[in-house]
Each structure stands twice: as C-alpha cells, then as structure tokens.
C-alpha cells in the first residue's frame, strides 16, 4: 500500500516531509516487541500515552532525535492471534 508522502509523490504535487511512513505486518498485540525495538534504537515516543494512543488510532509515532525524523508506524491489524 502507498501511503504518505510517497502517494503524495505519486499522485500529487512533489513535496518534501521529514517523516517515513511504514505499514506493520503485525496487528497491536505485538506492540510490546516493537516498543522494545523503538527503546533499543533509541527513538522518543510523540505521545505521552503510547499503549492507549496506539489501541485507540492504529498508528505509533516516533522520532529520531539526531536526523528530527519521524517514523510513522502504522498496524494494518488489530489483533493477529489465530491468523495462518
């Protein structure tokens, strides 16, 4: 899916953001492994309320402190358990 500033790219007007949007392949129930990863590397969270934010809009903000980045990490899933 294209989602963000490259479907801007694609079907709009070029502009430059300073975030990347990521589409998950997981669903919320693994957001205490990501939210391990985020700490690991070093990213700061863009909500005070991480684990409430994330069930209630599907999306994890971060940024990189050093670049000012943002990623933008969105769960295409509420929940995964049971899924082939």
Known sequence: MVIGGQAVLLYGEPR???D???????????????????N???????TDRVDDFVKETMVLPVIDQKSGIRLILFFPFRLMKGRP
Do not use: C, E, P, S
């Not at 990347?20 to 985020?38: E, N, S, Y």
């Not at 690991?40 to 863009?46: D, E, M």
């Open 40 to 46: 690991r590397l070093g990213f700061k969270y863009l």
């Open 20 to 38: 990347i949007d990521v589409t998950l392949g997981v669903g919320v129930d693994h957001l205490d492994r990501l939210k391990a990863i985020v």
């Open 16 to 18: 430059l953001t300073k």
